[in-house]
């Protein structure tokens, strides 16, 4: 299968060079990263070589292969609809139907919510394979040798980026790709950072994302009267879209920010209540 993609390949891109040694420098980067984090390498391998098949084809010719819900989910983006049309013909003409290969392909161009680790891959392979020139491209790749999904982050920040500067459209895929990888560890950084500065003590976070469907973290932490209600007025501020309630006054605040619930006791409340010895075996952030 393999062999027979790379031949289609090479003959395909024979008179454009330059995408073919991108496909190449796809596939070597995709290799290389699928043995570090544990992904098949002939999955790998497909994906790479098949994910800009459509690329240099007609939006037209490419529309023969999306439904009529992906031409107009598309049309203010169509350079979304390669992925698409590429993941349509391995499927139809290669016989090919591992979907996670097809899917880390359609979305190799706007990436979204709750990638495969091989979609990671692939979009960050894309991005910042060695015939990349763009500035950050050296610097993705060598992140992604260290942390796969940091580099994909910087990756999906970086594409939109370059959306922004052409002035072209944002795709709903793309935003929602960045709040996946922005969101809540970003909110939980803001949030760790106003009870630092109000400086309570001992601050304890402990991770739940998942083992828990209601909240991803949870944080206690200590607190006397003045810092108590300066933490609540900050995070009112900083977070405002985020809190559902604030309950207690004194000795013991609770404040529900969705994904991050946060309690914030007096010395003694915290020894009576004793969340530090009922969550002993959970995993801490901090
Ligand atoms: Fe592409
Ligand atoms: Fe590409």
Sequence with gaps: ???????????RFKND?????HILGVNELMLELSSIYGVSLEKASIAALFHDYTKNDSLEDQKKYLSNYLIKRYKDTPQAYHGFS???ILEDFYHYDDSEVLTAIKYHVTGRKNMSKLGKILFVSDYSEKNRTHKEAAFVRDLAYQDLDAAYKQAV??????????????DKNQVESLMSVNSNID???????????????????????KTNPFYDYFIIATINDRQGQAAVSRLK?????????VEGKTGWILIDANSIIIHLFKEEERTFYGFDQKFLGVKRIK
Aim: proline letters at 0%; aromatic letters at 4%.
């Design 187 to 209: 909110l939980l950084s803001v949030v760790q950072g106003e009870l630092e500065d109000v400086k309570v003590k001992d601050l304890k976070i402990f991770d739940f994302e």
């Design 237 to 245: 501020k900083a977070i405002k879209n985020e809190i559902r309630h």
């Design 86 to 88: 590429a993941a349509k």
């Design 157 to 170: 920040i970086g594409k939109i980026n370059h959306v922004n500067q052409k002035g072209q459209v944002l």
């Design 17 to 21: 060079q330059k995408r073919l040694d």
């Design 1 to 11: 299968m393999i062999k027979k993609i790379k031949k289609d390949i090479m003959n």
